[in-house]
């Protein structure tokens, strides 16, 4: 879907020779999708909503915090149009390209370093996360405060804050990585255990309980990494196997059916037919005539 997207510069935003702005706002459902010539970090302090980025739309709650590239088109929305009885609100911490420049001095780690050169270039993608310990929280109320109410030196200590929100969220970034690639890796050594153990009686709450993972989430895993549900991608499965067999031996198609998993002969024959085209027997007869062929 295409939305009329208005462009919001940083000139406007950057005052006081600051190169960067925050503010606490009140989301409206009239809010207009943007994209800015300026980084941003958001960080929903109140009530509930929308975040609606590019062509997608995702619900938003307290506590959640968005790091938003430039050129990326989106807008926050309240559920409804009563502010009163349903209010979005959010601080909003935007920040100048150049201003990651200066700050990368102060870098000395070189994962932070790579983290402002990846931002300041335009290398580090749309991230959200959760504030789970309220560190984010602190830093936008301090960092709101400080830009509100400035005192002697608010410019450094604007810049630190900065820096320690930035931190943070390279911290969260990489314990979603780590977090991920476990994931990834407990999921394939699931797919290892089906490939040894397809042919005896399997549910997906059986596997949830077996793995520790929720029903719905493992049927979220199985679709990220299969583009199947569970029970989709365990059906392909058997009858793979079951074309080994035909193709391997010369067991009765009743014995390779029970080999595979499926005790009633129709609803194996029903099945394979569904997923191949043709019927066991037909297949065996077929993959027989061309490997005598090939020979």
């Not at 370093?113 to 310990?133: F, I, W």
């Not at 040894?196 to 399997?202: A, F």
Request: charged share 20%; glycine share 4%.
């Amino acid at each position: 879907m295409n939305h009329p997207v208005e462009t919001y510069r940083g000139e406007h935003f950057f005052q006081k020779n600051l190169l960067l702005y925050v503010n606490r706002a009140v989301e409206s459902i009239m809010s207009p999708y943007h994209d800015h010539d300026f980084l941003e970090c958001v960080y929903i302090a109140e009530g509930t909503g929308y975040h609606h980025i590019g062509d997608q739309v995702h619900k938003v709650s307290k506590g959640q915090v968005f790091f938003i590239p430039i050129g990326i088109s989106h807008v926050f929305r309240p559920l409804s149009t009563n502010k009163k009885s349903s209010p979005l609100g959010v601080f909003n911490c935007v920040f100048s390209p150049l201003l990651l420049h200066k700050l990368s001095a102060f870098a000395s780690d070189y994962r932070l370093a790579q983290l402002l050169n990846d931002m300041e270039n335009g290398h580090c993608p749309y991230y959200s996360c959760m504030d789970n310990n309220d560190e984010f929280e602190k830093l936008f109320r301090s960092m709101h405060r400080e830009y509100e109410l400035p005192r002697t030196g608010s410019s450094d200590y604007l810049h630190s804050l900065l820096l320690q929100l930035l931190v943070t969220l390279q911290r969260s970034m990489e314990h979603d990585n780590l977090a991920q690639a476990a994931q990834q890796t407990s999921f394939h050594m699931l797919l290892n255990e089906l490939d040894q153990h397809y042919n005896q009686e399997l549910t997906l709450a059986k596997l949830a309980e077996a793995s520790g993972w929720s029903e719905r989430h493992l049927q979220r895993l199985f679709m990220q990494h299969t583009k199947q549900s569970f029970y989709r991608y365990l059906q392909n499965l058997r009858i793979q196997k079951s074309q080994e067999l035909l193709r391997g031996s010369m067991l009765k198609i009743s014995a390779i059916a029970e080999m595979v998993g499926y005790r009633d002969i129709h609803s194996f024959n029903a099945l394979f037919k569904r997923c191949t085209g043709m019927t066991p027997s037909v297949y065996r007869k077929e993959t027989t005539i061309t490997g005598k062929l090939i020979r």
